[in-house]
């Protein structure tokens, strides 16, 4: 066989070879590293802003919350809350730090430490778990457990574990959505592998070429009967925000 | 003269007993009263500082300047270094003081029903009781056990009742670790603590430091020392004492904060202030009310005696005379009112130092802050406010009786004779 004729079949058999082998990895189920980067492809945003309605049930009792929110990264966040009740109480995370000004005390409070557990407003989401919007891939190493049909949607089930410091819950399993690559039902545990919370995601809206949930329940585990909803309206996915949003200063405008 | 004049007056004082004994009366009640509350509000202040000193804040607590910034939110770093060897040698600095490591912290109390706020607190099972008493405070149940199979907790009755827990249940409690991750996990409620102070009654959680490490991590620092010193006879010395120590330690030990049951009770301490200033208003009014008793009194002597002033003054008696011996009879009454007011009182604050007053049975559920309320309210001698009561009394009848004693005095002999 002459050189060139060598050549080629090298080539096709090496071409052959390389279409062969992308079509064994298509087949494969995604690995736990991808699922877990659209998750937060379809999470994670530059800016962010959405009118919210936040009902706690709590036993037989149930009262709703109503706020706007304004949020740009993973750094900056503003809360104002419109119910009658609560109406001109504001909140202010910039990176670590988070503020709370009580307009009819026209005082302003810092919340730090362990008081960052307590729930916002009395329900079940912690200044926490609101301040916490580090995409999961780079808190967690993901292992998938496995494959589950929830609520009619096949779902892979991963299994997420850190031990970084700063990690709220250091263990997760969620169950996120084949198709759509949303966290359908959320478990956050405690590092004694206690379930502390569960969160459901019940809606999800299609913004901008992404799956961004919409519609979240938290239910504290060691409370009987708790759960909050929160529901995102108006969402507008990387709007414009005015800098001066993020300042103690918007608490008195 | 004065001895005749004493001798009137008193037979003055006699005759005219009605009114003479209404305004001692008067007197008694409100001087009586006023040694009886100075003892109650003394006693409350003795026990506030004491249930502070007992079971929270200590005579003083040493802790890192950095944590004594942060210390309202109980962080889980800036420990102490070398903790043991501060506590002792503290303890040779201060004869007669004993030192103990505490770490405070925030976590929920949950019986998987309802999720309670609450005050955790690391202790050393082996030196806690030589400066805290939380172990005469046992309600129910007993102490850590020596041995224990799995991880013991000692818990507020309050919040025993507000879970609905008992001596034997389990508890679960939650908590931020020293990374800031969540770690959880159940305790068993090995006794219940009826503690006076009511914060600690009502969230307070106590466990050894090897379940906190357990559950917060095992580089769980310690963050305060608890310093207890000698007990003086009066919260003044005991005040004094205190701030004097935080003083020396904090001049010898660079970086660290000594902060004294003065300075932790400062909120409370400067609401008594503000308190006793009240109570002395109440107690001039009580005594303003008595004056004019006797005011009164000696006003309604001198008219319906203006015919014996005139004879009195026919006799020789000069207006300073007249003057005189209505003072005296003021001050009469003043040493019988005051006296009486000196025995009264003095049998109430008997009473209330030996018996307590029971507001527990009816203000026991109430949250009266750092005020513990619920073992009775035990007043508090006073030397001091008893014999200025006494003296104020007397004082303040003299003073009273001098209006109508001078106008006793301004009558002319002819006017008082002719008076019908």
């Not at chain 1, 919007?133 to 780079?138: A, F, G």
């Not at chain 2, 107690?283 to 006797?294: D, K, P, Q, R, S």
């Amino acid at each position: 066989m002459k050189i060139a004729q060598r050549t080629t079949v090298a080539l096709a058999t090496a071409l052959l070879y390389i279409g062969f082998g992308t079509m064994s990895v298509s087949a494969q189920a995604p690995s736990a590293e991808d699922i877990l980067s659209r998750v937060d492809a379809n999470q994670v945003y530059s800016t962010i802003y959405y009118e919210g309605r936040m009902e706690i049930v709590s036993g037989a009792r149930s009262k709703v919350k109503t706020m706007k929110a304004w949020a740009e990264g993973e750094d900056k966040a503003f809360i104002e809350f419109t119910n009658p009740e609560d109406r001109g109480t504001k909140m202010l995370k910039l990176e670590d730090n988070l503020w709370m000004y009580f307009p009819s005390e026209q005082d302003t409070v810092k919340i730090s430490g362990a008081m960052l557990r307590q729930g916002i407003m009395g329900s079940d989401f912690s200044y926490q778990d609101a301040m916490n919007s580090e995409e999961l891939s780079t808190l967690y190493a993901a292992s998938v457990a496995g494959s589950e049909t929830l609520e009619g949607r096949d779902c892979h089930v991963l299994e997420l574990k850190s031990d970084k410091s700063g990690v709220h819950y250091p263990r997760r399993r969620l169950w996120v959505d084949k198709e759509h690559f949303t966290i359908l039902r959320g478990e956050l545990y405690a590092k004694s592998g206690t379930l502390l919370k569960v969160l459901k995601v019940l809606g999800t809206v299609s913004l901008q070429g992404r799956r961004f949930p919409s519609v979240i329940e938290y239910s504290d585990q060691l409370k009987k009967n708790s759960r909050t909803v929160l529901t995102m309206d108006s969402i507008v996915i990387n709007p414009s925000i005015d800098p001066g949003r993020f300042s103690l200063q918007a608490f008195t405008r | 003269m004065t001895k005749t004049l004493i001798s009137i007056a008193l037979r003055n004082v006699v005759r005219h007993w009605k009114r003479s004994l209404i305004s001692a009366i008067v007197l008694t009640v409100g001087i009586g009263m006023f040694i009886f509350f100075d003892s109650v509000l003394a006693g409350m202040d003795r026990m506030t500082i004491d249930s502070m000193v007992q079971f929270n804040d200590a005579s003083l607590k040493v802790m890192t300047k950095e944590y004594y910034d942060n210390k309202r939110t109980m962080p889980l770093t800036h420990g102490l270094s070398q903790a043991v060897e501060l506590a002792t040698e503290i303890e040779l600095v201060f004869p007669g003081s004993s030192a103990t490591p505490r770490t405070p912290f925030m976590a929920f109390a949950s019986n998987r029903i309802d999720s309670l706020p609450a005050l955790g607190y690391a202790i050393d099972l082996v030196t806690d009781s030589s400066v805290f008493t939380l172990r005469d405070q046992l309600d129910s149940g007993s102490w850590f056990s020596e041995n224990p199979e799995g991880g013991e907790v000692l818990i507020g009755k309050l919040l025993a009742r507000d879970l609905g827990l008992t001596q034997g249940d389990w508890l679960f409690i939650s908590a931020r670790m020293t990374d800031d991750s969540l770690n959880a996990d159940e305790y068993i409620i090995t006794g219940i603590l009826d503690i006076p102070d009511m914060s600690l009654n009502e969230s307070g959680i106590f466990m050894s430091f090897t379940e906190a490490k357990k559950l917060l991590g095992e580089d769980l620092p310690v963050t305060t020392i608890g310093v207890s010193l000698p007990r003086p006879a009066n919260l003044s010395k005991e005040l004094s004492d205190s701030i004097e120590a935080s003083a020396i330690i904090e001049k010898e030990y660079k970086n660290i904060k000594a902060v004294s049951i003065a300075e932790a009770a400062n909120d409370y301490l400067a609401m008594r202030d503000m308190k006793s200033k009240y109570s002395m208003l109440i107690i001039f009014i009580v005594l303003l009310i008595a004056g004019v008793g006797i005011v009164n009194t000696i006003l309604m002597s001198v008219y319906s005696r203006i015919k014996e002033i005139g004879v009195l003054r026919a006799y020789g008696m000069t207006p300073t005379h007249i003057r005189r011996l209505f003072s005296i009879e003021g001050l009469l009454i003043g040493l019988i009112g005051s006296s009486a007011a000196l025995v009264l009182g003095s049998l109430l604050v008997w009473w209330s130092v030996r018996w307590g007053i029971p507001i527990g049975d009816y203000f026991g559920s109430l949250d009266m802050g750092v005020i513990p309320i619920g073992d009775g309210l035990r007043g508090e001698w006073h030397p001091g406010i008893m014999a200025f009561g006494f003296l104020f009394g007397v004082a303040a009848s003299w003073i009273s009786a001098r209006i109508p004693a001078a106008k006793a005095g301004k009558l002319e002999v002819t006017e008082a004779l002719r008076f019908v």
